[in-house]
Nanobody
Framework: QVQLVESGGGLVQAGGSLRLSCTAS????????MGWFRQAPGKEREFVAA???????VYTDSVKGRFTISRDNAKNTVYLQMNSLKPEDTAVYYC????????????????WGKGTLVTVSS
């Protein structure tokens, strides 16, 4: 059974930083394209960042220059370093895995984590 387990969420003041982690049981992890999505209250789930198995990265415009996605294949883990956080970044953040494509849309995702809550206070 495939599992993606996120951690690292929490409450932070505006301007602060958090690092999210996602450990995945997909095999082989190194062959999967990984991503992060978020869903704010009352809104649809949206793409945040993705990293391919070749370590190419892509970001949504609102987080460029503030967030960094990375991966450690030896640990089967993908990270999202979030700096200069804003109240509008408040959401549940979901880890995503896609075997065949880059997970930039909800429909493209093969596997989801259960999410971790990030709350940014003003």
């Amino acid at each position: 059974q495939v599992q993606l387990v996120e951690s690292g969420g929490g409450l932070v003041q505006a301007g602060g930083s958090l690092r999210l982690s996602c450990t995945a049981s997909v095999r082989p992890f190194s062959s999967y394209n990984m991503g992060w999505f978020r869903q704010a209250p009352g809104k649809e789930r949206e793409f945040v960042a993705a990293i391919t198995w070749t370590t190419n990265t892509v970001y949504t415009d609102s987080v460029k220059g503030r967030f960094t996605i990375s991966r450690d294949n030896a640990k089967n883990t993908v990270y999202l370093q979030m700096n200069s956080l804003k109240p509008e970044d408040t959401a549940v953040y979901y880890c995503a895995a896609d075997r065949s494509g880059v997970p930039t849309t909800v429909r493209a995702v093969d596997y989801w984590g259960k999410g971790t809550l990030v709350t940014v206070s003003s």
